[in-house]
């Protein structure tokens, strides 16, 4: 299971021999592994092209039993342009009203990746609490230093959600270079469906045709 927390700068230090090369393969196997990951989720989401991102986050919204709510908002420049807001009970991601069309998909999508870190973070810590084992948490995975400023940037939360939304938009870079990766292969997935004929709907046409040609997008 992709954990999100993957994609780092390589090399980090003086480069040695080999290193670049080693550093290059695992981004790639890294790549890949997003790529599954990516084509699973959709698939299990139910989602078909033409892609649709409000439709998208309605069957992500159904799977995980709770409302999610997409808003625009003129967030401040220079700035976060998305953030997504998990409360008690629904969701909200918040996108930045001025900009384009395609960008503010691309930060639904973004933040739609960081909903589905989450997914798979909470899916590994059920499974150690199972087992009886307690996981450790990075005391620099819950920093409190932003939430003044997030509390000047919008006031309309109240406090405690405001820590939330801290904590959410505080990722190590792998996770955010991961996520960021995750909206682009979406979106230029899409990009190809659009312009392509359709797959049938009967399931077993669609398996013919993506046996005679190439994987297209998530399908």
Request: proline letters at 8%; a negative charge.
């Amino acid at each position: 299971m992709w954990s999100g927390k993957i994609l780092r700068t390589e090399p980090t230090g003086p480069a040695r021999g080999g290193e670049p090369q080693r550093g290059l393969g695992r981004r790639r196997a890294v790549e890949r592994d997003l790529h599954r990951f990516l084509r699973r989720e959709l698939q299990d989401l139910g989602v078909h092209p033409p892609l649709d991102v409000e439709q998208l986050c309605s069957a992500l919204s159904r799977r995980r039993g709770r409302p999610l709510y997409l808003r625009e908002a003129p967030l401040p420049k220079p700035g976060p342009t998305g953030m997504w807001v998990e409360y008690d009970a629904y969701d909200v991601i918040l996108y930045q009203q001025e900009t384009t069309r395609l960008h503010q998909d691309h930060i639904k999508l973004h933040e739609i990746g960081h909903i589905l870190v989450a997914e798979a973070e909470d899916a590994e810590q059920a499974s150690a609490e199972a087992t009886g084992q307690t996981p450790v948490l990075d005391p620099d995975e819950e920093p409190a230093v932003f939430v003044e400023g997030w509390a000047a940037m919008l006031p309309v939360f109240d406090p405690e959600t405001i820590k939330r939304v801290a904590r959410r938009c505080t990722y190590d870079d792998g996770e955010e270079c991961s996520v960021e990766l995750a909206a682009t292969i979406i979106l230029e997935w899409a990009s190809v469906l659009d312009d392509s004929t359709p797959l049938s709907e009967d399931p077993s046409l669609r398996r013919v045709q993506s046996a005679l040609g190439d994987r297209r997008g998530w399908l």
